[in-house]
């Protein structure tokens, strides 16, 4: 679905050397859960310390992207910029759960300059209106998005059953793989995809997604040897890229592990390696 000037775009998001991008999502905030904005109460701050850090880009809501942009620091990130809003995360949940995109969300990314815009492709078990709301959203996305010239990245996310009260996230690869493909087929020109429980199997995931690029959520945190090691899995089975938020806004050392990541990337550094950096700056304090 592409077309020249979303092409032009993703220039600015994918690095020239490596042709891989790092997205920190800070756009948690978003979706109303108070644990989400734990390290972000200062938005200020955090994309302060991101911008010095140097992702490709970060992920921010509409409200919050001035704060990005509004920056005159030079080679700053690309901004992505979400465009829809869930409450599917609360425990308890909502008795009334809803997914909503804005209106005019491709016309808000086109004046702040941003390189993408992303929104949801929910599966919550036993709940298809979700899912029928999240696709309304996106039809009516690719077309303006296509008019426009704004990259789609479209993100598939499979729930577990909410038993336990907000939705988790189900790593079941043939789930993962059918969303994406829906994803696909939806018209992304870039998806948003979850780690597979076995990561071994993530290759299944590059080969339905085709000529789509995939960038790989971090989900929640994880120990930074097992984040580093199931980054390099990834992007050697295929992905063009990862999309991190909490393992690095909610992280002691966040331009720390920023920089370990960026090396894996664009470096082909090892997680080994990367790691090792990581431990020795924390080790000498951070700078």
Same mark, same amino acid.
């Given at each position: 679905?592409?077309?020249?000037?979303?092409?032009?775009?993703?220039?600015?998001?994918?690095?020239?050397r490596?042709?891989?991008?790092?997205?920190?999502?800070?756009?948690?905030?978003?979706?109303?859960?108070?644990?989400?904005?734990?390290?972000?109460?200062?938005?200020?701050?955090?994309?302060?310390?991101?911008?010095?850090?140097?992702?490709?880009?970060?992920?921010?809501?509409?409200?919050?992207?001035?704060?990005?942009q509004?920056?005159?620091?030079?080679?700053?990130?690309?901004?992505?910029?979400?465009?829809?809003?869930?409450?599917?995360?609360?425990?308890?949940?909502?008795?009334?759960?809803f997914?909503?995109?804005?209106?005019?969300?491709?016309?808000?990314?086109v004046?702040?300059?941003?390189?993408?815009?992303?929104?949801?492709?929910?599966? *919550?078990?036993?709940?298809?209106?979700?899912? !029928?709301?999240?696709i %309304? $959203? +996106?039809?009516?996305? &690719?077309?303006?998005?296509?008019?426009?010239?704004?990259?789609?990245?479209?993100?598939?996310?499979?729930?577990?059953?909410?038993?336990?009260?907000?939705?988790?996230?189900?790593?079941?690869?043939?789930?993962?793989i059918?969303?994406?493909?829906?994803?696909?087929?939806?018209?992304?020109?870039?998806i948003?995809?979850?780690?597979?429980?076995?990561?071994?199997?993530?290759?299944?995931?590059?080969?339905?997604?085709?000529?789509?690029?995939?960038?790989?959520?971090?989900?929640g945190?994880?120990p930074?040897?097992?984040? *580093?090691?199931?980054?390099?899995?990834?992007? !050697?089975?295929?992905? %063009? $890229? +990862?999309v991190?938020? &909490?393992?690095?806004i909610?992280?002691?050392?966040?331009?720390?592990?920023?920089?370990?990541?960026?090396?894996?990337?664009?470096?082909?550094?090892?997680?080994?390696?990367?790691?090792?950096?990581?431990?020795s700056?924390?080790?000498?304090?951070?700078?």
């Amino acid at each position: 679905m592409s077309t020249p000037g979303s092409s032009y775009r993703l220039n600015r998001l994918f690095d020239p050397r490596s042709g891989r991008a790092l997205d920190v999502a800070v756009d948690h905030g978003f979706f109303g859960e108070r644990s989400f904005i734990t390290g972000i109460e200062d938005m200020r701050a955090t994309i302060d310390t991101l911008i010095e850090a140097g992702p490709n880009a970060i992920q921010l809501s509409p409200g919050l992207a001035p704060v990005l942009q509004g920056t005159s620091a030079a080679n700053k990130p690309a901004l992505v910029m979400r465009t829809d809003i869930a409450n599917v995360y609360g425990n308890p949940l909502d008795e009334h759960l809803f997914s909503l995109v804005f209106p005019d969300a491709i016309e808000q990314a086109v004046r702040l300059d941003a390189v993408a815009v992303c929104v949801n492709l929910l599966h *919550l078990p036993g709940r298809p209106e979700i899912r !029928e709301h999240c696709i %309304r $959203g +996106i039809m009516a996305l &690719r077309q303006e998005a296509t008019r426009y010239g704004m990259p789609l990245m479209i993100e598939p996310l499979v729930m577990q059953d909410n038993s336990s009260g907000g939705y988790m996230v189900d790593g079941e690869t043939d789930r993962i793989i059918t969303l994406v493909r829906q994803a696909r087929e939806l018209g992304a020109d870039l998806i948003k995809a979850d780690p597979t429980n076995e990561v071994g199997d993530y290759h299944r995931v590059i080969e339905v997604a085709g000529s789509v690029p995939v960038l790989v959520r971090g989900g929640g945190r994880a120990p930074d040897d097992e984040l *580093l090691a199931r980054t390099q899995a990834v992007l !050697e089975q295929g992905a %063009r $890229g +990862i999309v991190y938020g &909490r393992n690095v806004i909610q992280h002691p050392d966040p331009a720390g592990i920023t920089r370990a990541l960026m090396s894996i990337l664009h470096e082909g550094v090892s997680a080994g390696d990367a790691l090792a950096t990581l431990q020795s700056r924390s080790a000498g304090g951070a700078a």
